[in-house]
């Protein structure tokens, strides 16, 4: 059977199908079909400590789910319109990209990602970039306690990078993912002795 069949369909395989089950389809068609889709992340991921996971604020009813990333993100946080566009244009000019705009936001902490709702890993499809900064973990929570100035933002800006997800993913802190979509994946798949980790980790 093709995989769509268990994309976005209304089933939870570890209630009605069983667990055994699930791991049948995690091998014959959902570990192939993330490595031919999500190839340039998983060649970035291999040798990391921990998957990527995001919160989502709807829970799935499937191992699977595609989804994509808004053209123009809601702001979300307590940053000010004019600080965050500052810190967008900034952004922009140093990577290519901003924090607004077909990005999805990951840490490689499932707790964290559990607390902006149902924590999932997340496989970015495609080609894809990222930024992150070791010395800031949540920007927005950041700001909470520096100053809106032009020179703490530049302060802030020129932390971020865009290179080592393995060390971004161990860092625990806020990473940004730049694509236009990404599967989202069950996480009582993501054991660090498992099926799925010994395929990406």
Known sequence: MRLKRYINENLSPFDREGFNNAIEKLHSEIIPLLKKDCAPFIRELKGANSYLFSGIDKKI??????????DIRNPIGDLDDKTRDKINLELKEKFGFDRSTNVKFGTG?????????????????GNFQYIWSPKIQNLNVWFRTHDKDDKTIQKAVNSYKNKNLKKAIKSKNEIAIFCKSYYIIDPLLRGRNGDL???FL
């Open 61 to 70: 009813d499937s191992i699977i789910s595609r989804e994509l990333t808004r």
């Open 197 to 199: 980790a010994k395929e």
């Open 109 to 125: 902490d499932y707790a964290t990602a559990s607390n902006y709702g149902y924590g999932y890993m997340i496989f970015p499809i």
